[in-house]
Each structure stands twice: as structure tokens, then as C-alpha cells.
């Protein structure tokens, strides 16, 4: 990896966080970490050891933040906005008072950003910004980000829904299938943008790599489905060749129940990957490939347990949301 021999992670607990300080430990990688609980190099409430950890470090990446995938009430609104801001605006103070800070601030963002757009994709430079919660968030974040009193060379990534071994962003729409209500959602013309854990990993070595870029950067996966195309891939996957379809007013009720939010599923995320695609990158993952494992050792009762297909090996059934090879696939979806 070139010239970077420390990296400082804030959020490394969390899924992404995991998975890139595993990686870029095995490349032999130094890592610091910020967090709330033990086992962690510095934490929020103490500005001198986050000092400590950012102090002759190449490169700073900020995970930080509380799930979103819940109702938005004021509660949970606050700390959702808390979690991103205050923290950010922590390490931007600690980061203007250190000696040696890191050449690259890689910041967490959202694709969610944008408009909900289905004419064509937003990109970095002729995307539009939406309007709500969601992208207010956004951009307050974002904003924490420009205004930090340091002027190392700053990156908002702008991710989308992130898949990947271990993930659970898709487990929503399995489980809906295996219960019947499988169609689609809304009107299903809504785009769905994501990209494989793996590759934003890869993203962020490259990211730091490329000293000319700066500024938001998109990850999303080249290869976009509509919500309708989506779950008609998992009803094929799941042997179901039909699904409820589910109205708006169906799944806000619902969302209502299960303590989530309708806008979750029913925005369209179209997100293009214009800076990386400019500068090089290749992703590892283009298109999405998951497979189901169908057994009864499932993680909770009513769950549906998968996995990322890797390899393109073995029995469990997959999904391709590219192209159905198989013949029992084209019975069910022809």
C-alpha cells in the first residue's frame, strides 16, 4: 500500500469498520482506533488521546454514526444527527492541533444525499441534492467536514447500501419474499445503488493513492436494478414465482411496526461513481451475486441466512441480478 503505514478508523467496530481494519492489517497496516467502549486506541470524550492517535498518522477514516434504520423520532433524529456532527467536529479540532496530522481525512457520507432520481444518476459533479431528514443529515455531516479548521486533503464518501458477506441491508426484502409478500415495493420503478463491502475497502486505498482527488466521492457499484427487477430476483431465488406487491400506504404502515422507515426502500438511490471511475478504479464486484444457504441453522427464527457468492461454487441456490442461468430459474421467471 504504498506510503501508508498508519491508519486511524472511527467507527471500526461497526461492519465496514471491520472489515477495513482487518484488511489493512493483513497488508501490514498500523491501525488506531475511536470509539466509545474498551479496546479502543483513543475515545470521543477525551480530546488528548484523540490527539494521540491522529499525530503522525497518513490516513484518517471516519465510520462513525448510528444506524439509520429506525423511525425518526425526535429521539432517534438527534442522535442520528449527533452521532455524525459532533464527531466530526471532534476530530476536525483535534486534527488542527496536532503536529503531524494525516494527509488524507477520509469522512463517511451517504448516497442518500441526492434527489430520489429515476430520470438518470447523480454523480459528483451534476448530481442534485434531495431534500428531508435524510439529506439534511447529509449535509450538515458533510458540511462539519469542509468548515474543520485543517487544511489536510478532505474526501465526504458518499456511499450506498453496502453488501457483502455478514451484511444484513438485503435481509428485509428476503424475508418478505419467504412470507409472500415478495412484488414490488411502491410503484418499483425506485433504483437501487449499492456496492460490495470489498470494494469500498478498495476504495479507500485508492482514495488515498490518488493525492488529486478531493471533495465528495460516490461508491456505488456500476450496475443499478430497479426495486422491481430486485425483487423479482429474489422471488426466483427464494422459489417463489409470485409476490404481493406492496403499496406505499402498505409498507409506511408497516414500517410503522417494525420501527423502521417507509423512505428506506421506497427512495430511488441511481448513484454514479463518476471521480473513481475517472481515476482508475475497477471494481472488484460490478455486478451483485448473492446466494441463499436455505437451512435451518438460520441466525434468528423467520431469518434467512446468506452470503456473498464469492466463488460461484456450491449448493446453495443464487441470486444474480445481472442474468438467471439456470433452467429451473427460467421457469420461474420467464
Known amino acids: 500500500m504504498g506510503d501508508l503505514r498508519t491508519a486511524v478508523i472511527a467507527g471500526a467496530s461497526g461492519y465496514i469498520g471491520q472489515h477495513l481494519r482487518a484488511r489493512l492489517e493483513t497488508s501490514g497496516v498500523r491501525v488506531r482506533t475511536i470509539g466509545r467502549g474498551h479496546g479502543n486506541d483513543a475515545a470521543w470524550d477525551d480530546p488528548a488521546s484523540?490527539?494521540?492517535?491522529?499525530?503522525?498518522?497518513?490516513?484518517l477514516v471516519n465510520l462513525a454514526g448510528r444506524s439509520v434504520s429506525c423511525r425518526y423520532t425526535k429521539r432517534n433524529a438527534d442522535e442520528i444527527f449527533r452521532s455524525r456532527v459532533e464527531t466530526t467536529t471532534a476530530l476536525g479540532q483535534a486534527l488542527s492541533r496536532v503536529e503531524s496530522p494525516p494527509a488524507l481525512w477520509v469522512n463517511a457520507?451517504?448516497?442518500?444525499?441526492?434527489?430520489?432520481?429515476?430520470?438518470?444518476?447523480?454523480?459528483?459533479?451534476?448530481?442534485?441534492l434531495g431534500s428531508g431528514f435524510s439529506v439534511e443529515v447529509a449535509r450538515a455531516w458533510e458540511r462539519e467536514l469542509w468548515d474543520a479548521p485543517t487544511d489536510i486533503r478532505k474526501i465526504a464518501l458518499r456511499m450506498t447500501i453496502v453488501l457483502g458477506a455478514g451484511g444484513g441491508a438485503i435481509n428485509p426484502f428476503i424475508n418478505l419474499a419467504r412470507i409472500g409478500f415478495g412484488g414490488r415495493m411502491g410503484d418499483g420503478r425506485q433504483r437501487f445503488s449499492w456496492v460490495h463491502v470489498d470494494d469500498v475497502v478498495r476504495a479507500v486505498v485508492h482514495l488515498h493513492g490518488h493525492d488529486e482527488i478531493a471533495g465528495p466521492v460516490n461508491l456505488a457499484a456500476p450496475e443499478v436494478v430497479s426495486n422491481d427487477e430486485l425483487m423479482r430476483q429474489v422471488r426466483c431465488t427464494m422459489g417463489r414465482r409470485h409476490g404481493l406487491p406492496e403499496p406505499r400506504w402498505l409498507l409506511e404502515a408497516g414500517a410503522r411496526i417494525i420501527r423502521t422507515e417507509a423512505e428506506l426502500v421506497l427512495k430511488s438511490r441511481w448513484v454514479e461513481s463518476r471521480v473513481l471511475r475517472e481515476t482508475g478504479f475497477e471494481f472488484a464486484y460490478p455486478e451483485a451475486r448473492v446466494r441463499f444457504d436455505r437451512s435451518r441453522s438460520t441466525p434468528a427464527e423467520g431469518c434467512c441466512r446468506w452470503r456473498w457468492d464469492d466463488s460461484g461454487a456450491g449448493r446453495p441456490l443464487r441470486l444474480d441480478l445481472r442474468r438467471l442461468t439456470s433452467e429451473r430459474q427460467g421457469r420461474l421467471c420467464g
Open 50 to 59: 484523540l490527539e494521540q492517535v491522529l499525530d503522525g498518522a497518513d490516513l
Open 109 to 128: 457520507s451517504t448516497g442518500t444525499i441526492y434527489r430520489d432520481a429515476r430520470d438518470r444518476p447523480m454523480d459528483e459533479v451534476d448530481g442534485q
